[in-house]
């Protein structure tokens, strides 16, 4: 009796299995993901003098044209590119210098540890609002302190100039400790035996750092700047609550305009085009840098 | 049929109909609104009385209530709750003017009107409350309680320095110049997250360089912002700036942050208005609580501030009892609930008549407050953030934050305005004040 061709080894048999598996995981992000951004790109096609769905009309790439004849758009995006900028010059290459240096410390490192991520548990609103106060410029500490050391104080969060920079060390203030744990996991699995043979080679403390630790951090390195510009660029909460994007839009940001047109003006349509830009941005800087990263590796 | 058959089906029946005449009995209304136990609206105790007296006199209506935080956190609950279909009963909010304006064209408010007939409203209230509460000869709000702007000064640290209340522009200045000299603070202003201090303070400073006419006109886009009255207003605040008059770094400080500098003496003054006098008279020690209004700076042009409503009541148009929901509304703003909503609430409704401040157990600065505010609302103007379409008020906010600070010319920020007015006039969202037809 033949064996039905069915049956035969050589065919690929359809395996169910795997599928159901992954069924939540798909169907979650379906949900959550891949629907809200699929629905904000066809809302972008659309306006609305209401809002309400009812009153849709296509309007095609008129709102991306009007997009990019907002000036206050354009600046909010700049301000997040200097956000990205900010977040990566303090928090990462901080982050990144105190992992390396507690590397060597046994098991104190573990707490010194803890005591940098502390930050990263107070909630942003919460660290906005302390934060507020430590800036006050009549009743703040930092001013008290700057002037008990003969400096003068600053309006900090008053200050177009210097805004952004100061609601931006608040983030930084709690992002930090995040980064430092994230490169204490990738330093425990760089053998010691490396450090050694490039000592044995003539290696100083820098050239260690730079011709073994950072190639052999590059995951690490990797999760944390695509983590760091996803982050950045979306940002809102702490922003909000500190300054709402004052004074004079001095520290608005993408995600401030996207839910000011939203929330107070109902113009979902022109949100959700700015939401669909912001996607997009986010895309491109994240694939740019884990592809530049990846290119360097395989050059080496 | 045996006998239990049969007993078991008038049971049934009984069952079916007075589970049918109780659902017929019963009401069901919901209302969102903003009153709270302390901060802006702080007159939650007030209406807990008068909830209660509803409730005993109407025991088949379930009232599902639920209360947001005053300020933004309301106006985005509705608007979010009118856009996507499924809206409370009854709300209490803030947009007046243009925001009623919009409301109403999408058909998301039910038209009030023959409830004011009805109710006797129009006798209740006066007519520039109407008048931005009303949308084609409709009205679609009921304006509820008064919001004025003024001073709170301390009385103690004035006499201290031997300041009298401000009569001239002259006077104001002197009055920084005093303070800052003996290390005060002389006005405490926070314009920040929101500019909507700044804003007010604009408003109040038009009212008296331009006076009403000039308010009105700005408001409903017949003329640019950029006339010689509205840069004047913001030229005599960027004078109040170089003159020290205001708290450090005003445009990075928040609003509790600057009523605790009154709070703690560190300065003579705020300039804000009723919406806070329930904390600002509970926080400041005995005997040393003032007002006043800022004083006229030209002979031609009376003494005025801005005013409006704090907020409004609304009906939702697919209101499930429309009727409940208009006689609840009556309900709460009837005259017998005066006392409490004063006594209790520190919410001073507004009223046709004049209150008689005589009548009501209230600290007598509160009544001063009120009364001298009163006196001036055909002078008044009515407030720039809580009248213009939302677009404009987010140039608004940024734009005198720009001004104040010294990052923004005058120019810029009055074409700017003019700009997004164009904008909110495309979209229909332009305040013109209603009128009785």
Partial sequence: MREAPWKDAAMPRFNVRPYIFIAPALIYLGIWIFYPIINA??????????????????????????LFQDDLFIKSLYHNILWVLLSIALPVVLGLLLAVLLAGRGRTRLFYASVYFIPQTVAAVCAAIVWRWIYD????????????????????????SIVLIAVNMIGSWSYYGFCVLIFMAGLQNISPELYDAAKIDGAGALQQFIYVTIPLLRNAIIFVLVYTIIGSMKFFDLIFVATNGGPNEASTVVGLRIYWHSMREGRFNYAATMSTILTVVILVLSVVVIRQIVTDDEGV | MSWLKKFAFVLVLTALFSGAV?????????????????????????????????????????????????????????????????????????????GLTAYAQEGYLLDLTPYADKYGWWDRLPDWAIERNMWNGKLYAYPWEQDLEYVYYNSVIFEELGLDIPQSWEDILNWCAVANEAGYIPISFSNSPDGWQGANMF???????????????????????????????????LEMVDADCFSPGFNG???????????????????????????????????????????????????????????????????????????????????????????????????????????Y???????????????????????????????????????????????????DFLNNMD???????????????????
């Fill in chain 2, 361 to 411: 157990d209230v600290a007598p600065v509160i009544g001063k407050a009120f009364r001298i505010g009163q006196e001036m609302q055909d002078l008044n103007v009515d407030a720039f953030h809580t009248t213009v379409a939302p677009n404009v008020v987010r140039a608004l906010y940024q734009g005198v934050q720009g001004v104040l600070g010294g990052e923004l010319s005058i120019e």
């Fill in chain 1, 137 to 160: 410029p009549s009743i703040g500490p930092l001013n008290h302190f700057l002037e008990a050391v003969g400096l003068s104080g600053r309006p900090w969060l008053a200050d177009e």
């Fill in chain 2, 22 to 98: 109780s659902a017929q009995d019963s009401q069901f209304l919901e209302v969102w609104d903003q009153w709270e136990f302390y901060g802006m609206t702080a007159a939650g105790p007030a209406l807990e009385v008068i909830h209660a007296a509803w409730n005993e006199e109407h025991p088949n209506v379930f009232m599902d209530r639920s209360v947001f935080g005053g300020g933004w956190p309301i106006r985005n609950a509705i608007e979010l709750a009118l856009t996507s279909g499924d809206a409370p009963d009854v709300f209490y909010s803030w947009p007046s003017g243009a």
């Fill in chain 2, 253 to 359: 400080k928040h609003y509790g942050d600057s009523l605790a500098e009154l709070y703690t003496g560190r300065a003579t003054s705020v300039w804000t208005g009723t919406w806070v006098i329930h904390d600002i008279s509970g926080n400041m020690a005995e005997g040393t609580l003032d007002v006043f209004y800022m004083p006229a700076i030209y002979d031609d042009i009376p003494q005025a501030t801005h005013m409006s409503e704090g907020s409004a009541y609304y009906i939702w148009a697919h209101a499930s009892d429309p009727d409940l929901a208009a006689e609840y509304i009556d309900f709460v703003t009837d005259p017998r609930w005066l006392p409490t909503w004063i006594e209790e609430g520190f919410a001073i409704p507004i009223q046709k008549d004049p209150i008689d401040w005589s009548i």
């Fill in chain 2, 203 to 237: 408003t109040d400073m038009v009212a008296l360089t331009g006076g009403r006419q000039v308010g009105l006109d700005v408001l409903r886009g017949t003329t640019s912002w950029n006339r010689p009255e509205v840069v004047d207003a913001l030229e005599k605040l």
């Fill in chain 1, 41 to 66: 790109l066809v809302l972008s096609f659309f306006d609305s003098p209401t809002g309400r769905s009812r009153d849709y009309f296509w309007v095609g790439l008129g709102n991306y044209i009007k």
């Fill in chain 2, 419 to 437: 700009e997004e007015m164009a904008v909110a006039a495309e979209l229909g969202q332009v305040w013109e004040p209603g009128e009785r037809m």
